[in-house]
Every structure is written in C-alpha cells, then in structure tokens.
C-alpha cells in the first residue's frame, strides 16, 4: 500500500521531532528515521512483553525485566539520558514507549512535536498509517 502525501508528512514530522528530541539531550549524529527504527525495536519487543504479561505466559518479575531493559535501551539511544517524562506503559492497548504529558499540557515533553494519543502523552516509535 502506498503512504498518503499526509502519511509522509506526518512520518517526516515525527523524525524531525525525534531529532530535535535527541539534540535537546546531547545527542546528535542519527536521523529521524534511523531514531524511529531504534526505537520501534524496543517498542515492539517492550510491548509484546506486555501482551504476555497480560495473557499470563509472563511473570511480573519478567514484566519489571523487560520494562527496565526498554528503559536501558532508550537512554543509550539518547546518550545515556531518558528523554523527560519518559515511562514504560504497561497496557498492552496502546504504545509503550511515551513521554508521559502534564495535566495543563505545559511539561517539557510537549514541546516536542511528537506523534501524540488521546491523553496527550508524546508517543516515541508510532506506527504511523
């Protein structure tokens, strides 16, 4: 299937984002997309930890194992720091890897154009269709 002119926008948007993301922490040298595919392994592997958790095939030891080792593998993506406000969702529904928002919008991590869900959290590694 071939991406709408407002899929490509939006993907190029999200990237842009990453970058500025990533400059903010020290970090530069990567692109928006290279950042996004990092980042969408650990979201994937992150998440369906989670639906296992969730269906029992996981222990919660194993739940609290993969959420650190997504956390680890973030901040070596930024250079050693966690973007602000990050958090490993644990519902296996929605995204896992987020920039959780305040309840006024005003917190760092909304000055971040990033791919955003309905509570306003910035989400990292969205698939975007």
Same mark, same amino acid.
């Given at each position: 299937m071939k991406a709408t002119e407002q899929t490509i926008r939006e993907r190029k948007n999200h990237h842009a984002a990453l970058v500025a993301l990533a400059e903010s922490l020290g970090r530069t040298g990567k692109t928006g997309l290279q950042l996004w595919r990092q980042l969408r392994r650990i979201e994937n592997a992150a998440r369906r930890a989670m639906e296992d958790y969730c269906n029992g095939t996981l222990s919660e030891a194993g739940a609290d194992k993969a959420c650190d080792q997504a956390e680890s593998a973030v901040k070596r993506i930024f250079g050693g720091t966690l973007p602000p406000r990050f958090h490993v969702n644990r519902d296996p529904r929605g995204y896992a890897l987020k920039l959780l928002s305040n309840d006024n919008g005003s917190e760092a991590a909304t000055r971040f154009a990033l791919h955003? $869900?309905?509570?306003?959290?910035?989400?990292?590694?969205?698939?975007? $269709?």
């Open positions: 955003s $869900d309905w509570g306003r959290n910035q989400i990292l590694a969205p698939e975007i $269709d």
